[in-house]
């Protein structure tokens, strides 16, 4: 029998980072996983600026940037391939840089899996499979036998138990862990079989007649194609109704759907799968000990690009909450916020991807005609509001609704001082950070520094005679929200803000009261 602090079921992407930054905090992790490595297959494609502040943040941005490329523009194309809608992706988002990325998926799991491998505290049990979760006085148990690959047979002769306060959920959509927890499953409505495809073109260097990143929204076969990271490129097709998948996924099926653009001669096939594009979100995240996360809590269709980012928004949202109560700074009841701040997000997510899965999956031409010609008049859907937090550990009036800011995905900057430039994020770490504007930390009251000491918070000055931002793009956010101080959480989203040097030390003094769940609060 081992013990642990955090036990995480399942190894892709949510539960590495997760024990990444559980590891990097003190906390001992044990991760199961039922196939010997990383999923070897393509998956996932798209990850957004957030996701690149995580990635920075665990110091594996350089490894990941040599995977990826930058994301210009995705284009919605009818039938004919006359462009329906541009939306441009080349606007600096509020993180800085590129607003989104394309990767292929196996190769950031190998990242992501040596970042692991030897790191203090973490203890990986790949070709294992948890065969069943259990919630005892003192935390919880796993039991985990040898599992084999080819025969999808666990050897249960060979069982050991894993014992840990807590255990995580990022087993996907078939979760042991859900399912011990007893949630429902809310099914929003979106259900459709496509076949995804991955290609790597023997010529890497040239140039394919093929669009960079598109929706063909032809009613006889809508078609998704995209990069998957710097030479693999992907195409998802629909399937139609009395269709087999099982037949177009053979591979002269596959070869005549993509005749087209490409030819036996020209690369080859990485593979052809079908998948059932779903969304579905999970009502009890939490029972307990026992919590989930990434796919075995959501799933969503894939045009937003958001599935594998919501997975790494619960890692991220959960690793400081799960710190702060190991650590003995705050009760569980901290994890009482988790559900509710990240479910109305994938919420909307959800809900936005199907509303642009709904454009794109028209199969009946006459729908699809008017589609195009209301398109064509200029009566296009406005981009999507992207979502932040609503509930939970942030700044909200007696009525429950966000202060100002409270919620939003802090921006960030590059900070210059004495001729020396560093990342804000490098700056403070994984750590709350209260970013003032032009107050000085010395001008701060010995409680209000008291009340941040609790919470680990740094202190970063912007103007007077703090750090330079050498963008503007914090200082401006500043002025013009009229914030004297702002408090961002770990996960990179405000708390709330101070909009005066008189407010900071109340506001400070009741942020970190609730944020540790004190009676006062």
Request: glycine fraction near 10%; aromatic fraction near 8%.
């Amino acid at each position: 029998m081992s013990s642990f602090d955090v036990i995480i079921i399942g190894a892709g992407p949510t539960g590495k980072v997760l024990a990444r930054q559980l590891s990097d905090t003190g906390h001992s992790v044990a991760i199961v996983e039922r196939w010997p490595a990383a999923y070897p297959l393509p998956r996932a494609v798209g990850y957004d600026h957030e996701i690149k502040r995580m990635f920075h943040s665990i110091g594996v941005a350089d490894e990941v940037e040599a995977l990826s490329r930058t994301m210009n523009h995705y284009v919605w194309y009818n039938a004919d391939w006359k462009v329906l809608v541009d939306l441009d992706e080349t606007r600096e988002a509020i993180s800085g840089g590129a607003k989104g990325f394309l990767f292929n998926q196996p190769e950031l799991e190998r990242v992501l899996e040596a970042d692991l491998e030897g790191r203090a505290g973490v203890s990986i049990f790949f070709g294992h499979e948890a065969s069943s979760v259990t919630q005892t006085v003192q935390g919880v148990e796993a039991v985990i036998a040898p599992f084999d690959a080819e025969t999808q047979t666990a050897d249960t002769d060979k069982s050991q138990i894993l014992r840990a306060k807590y255990i995580v959920g990022c087993d996907g959509a078939n979760s042991i862990v859900r399912e011990k927890i007893g949630s429902d499953l809310f099914d929003h409505g979106f259900d459709a079989q496509w076949l995804v495809v991955d290609f790597m073109p023997n010529d890497t260097t040239g140039e394919l007649p093929i669009p960079d990143a598109a929706q063909w929204c032809n009613p006889d076969r809508p078609t998704t194609i995209v990069p998957s990271g710097v030479n693999n490129r992907r195409w998802e097709f629909m399937v139609k109704p009395g269709e087999s998948p099982e037949d177009l996924a053979k591979t002269d099926r596959v070869w005549e759907l993509l005749s087209p653009w490409v030819k036996p001669e020209d690369g080859e096939l990485v593979r052809s799968a079908n998948y059932r594009f779903r969304s579905q979100l999970a009502q009890g995240w939490r029972k307990g000990r026992m919590l989930i996360a990434g796919d075995a809590a959501h799933l969503m269709p894939p045009f937003m690009g958001q599935g594998m980012c919501s997975g790494l928004r619960d890692a991220w949202n959960l690793g400081w909450k799960l710190d702060l109560i190991l650590s003995g700074k705050a009760p569980d009841t901290l994890l009482d916020d988790y559900e509710v701040e990240r479910s109305p997000h994938v919420d909307t997510v959800i809900r936005i991807s199907m509303a642009m899965g709904q454009i794109v999956c028209v199969s009946d031409p006459e729908e699809a005609a008017a589609r195009d010609a209301a398109f064509f008049s200029g009566n296009v859907p406005p981009p999507p509001e992207f979502p932040g937090v609503t509930a939970g550990s942030i700044d909200v009036d007696a009525s429950g609704v966000p202060k100002g800011v409270a919620g939003q995905l802090a921006p960030h900057s590059t900070l210059g001082k004495d001729g020396e430039f560093i990342r804000m994020d490098d700056r403070t770490g994984r750590n709350f950070t209260l970013i003032t504007n032009g107050i000085a930390q010395n001008r701060l009251s010995q409680e209000t520094r008291a009340a941040l000491q609790e919470i680990g918070a740094h202190v970063v000055c912007i103007g007077g005679d703090g750090y330079v931002d050498k963008s503007g793009r914090t200082a401006n956010y500043l002025t013009e929200n009229g914030i004297a101080a702002l408090l961002v959480r770990p996960d990179f989203y405000s708390y709330g803000a101070a909009k005066s040097v008189d407010e900071i030390e109340g506001f400070i003094v009741s942020a970190v009261a609730k944020i540790l769940k004190k009676a006062a609060a």
